[in-house]
T-cell receptor, first 111, second 111 residues
Framework: GENVEQHPSTLSVQEGDSAVIKCTYS??????FPWYKQELGKGPQLIID?????GEKKDQRIAVTLNKTAKHFSLHITETQPEDSAVYFC??????????FGRGTSLIVHP | ETGVTQSPTHLIKTRGQQVTLRCSSQ?????VSWYQQALGQGPQFIFQ???????GRGNFPPRFSGLQFPNYSSELNVNALELDDSALYLC??????????FGPGTRLTVT
């Protein structure tokens, strides 16, 4: 089955800095890579996703890159704000559309 | 906020008991999935229902079972509760191959 590794487990930045979270996956058949943000006491919220026919996708301060050859994908958050503080999960899925999640990154943005 | 709702919010059960968790899908979504999220971990896939039929299952024992109703709402049933079943249980719904949306979860504590 699919295995998703996510790093780092904790990321602490100053407000205004950039944050990068990296994930690797094992199944070359995976073709859909969503990223979720989970705030305390809430369910995961989809913030951006990318499909395997695209190398990069941006949405305002958030971007995701995908390297299919190396089987890794990354989340980039620019100009971080305190409200970006949360746990972020990457995931990978294939034809079944059932995602395998990474273990999460706790992002802390200091004012 | 997504249109996915879950009940109850919190639940405390004793080892050996049975529990039923409920989920109401976002309008128009015909696929619902259930996940178990242990503290500090990413969500783990339990099973998925499409039009009232189970069409995918993760590595969970048969005492985890479910139902999907004609209105696409769903139940997760867990029999013979064990201490390790303590977790946040998440429901997610989607339409076809589109991205899935999570509910806020039910926090189950087994004592």
């Amino acid at each position: 089955g699919e295995n998703v590794e996510q790093h780092p487990s904790t990321l602490s930045v100053q407000e205004g800095d950039s944050a990068v979270i990296k994930c690797t996956y094992s199944d070359s058949a995976s073709n859909y890579f969503p990223w979720y943000k989970q705030e305390l006491g809430k369910g995961p919220q989809l913030i951006i996703d990318i499909r395997s026919n695209v190398g990069e996708k941006k949405d305002q301060r958030i971007a995701v890159t995908l390297n299919k050859t190396a089987k890794h994908f990354s989340l980039h958050i620019t100009e971080t704000q305190p409200e970006d503080s949360a746990v972020y999960f990457c995931a990978a899925s294939g034809g079944s559309y059932i995602p395998t999640f990474g273990r999460g990154t706790s992002l802390i943005v200091h004012p | 906020e997504t249109g996915v709702t879950q009940s109850p919010t919190h639940l405390i059960k004793t080892r050996g008991q049975q529990v039923t968790l409920r989920c109401s899908s976002q309008s128009g979504h015909n696929t619902v999935s259930w996940y178990q999220q242990a503290l500090g971990q990413g969500p783990q896939f339990i099973f998925q229902y499409y039009r009232e039929e189970e069409n995918g299952r993760g590595n969970f024992p048969p005492r985890f079972s479910g139902l999907q109703f004609p209105n696409y709402s769903s139940e997760l049933n867990v029999n013979a509760l064990e201490l390790d079943d303590s977790a946040l249980y998440l429901c997610a719904s989607r339409e076809g191959t589109d991205e899935q949306y999570f509910g806020p979860g039910t926090r189950l504590t087994v004592t």
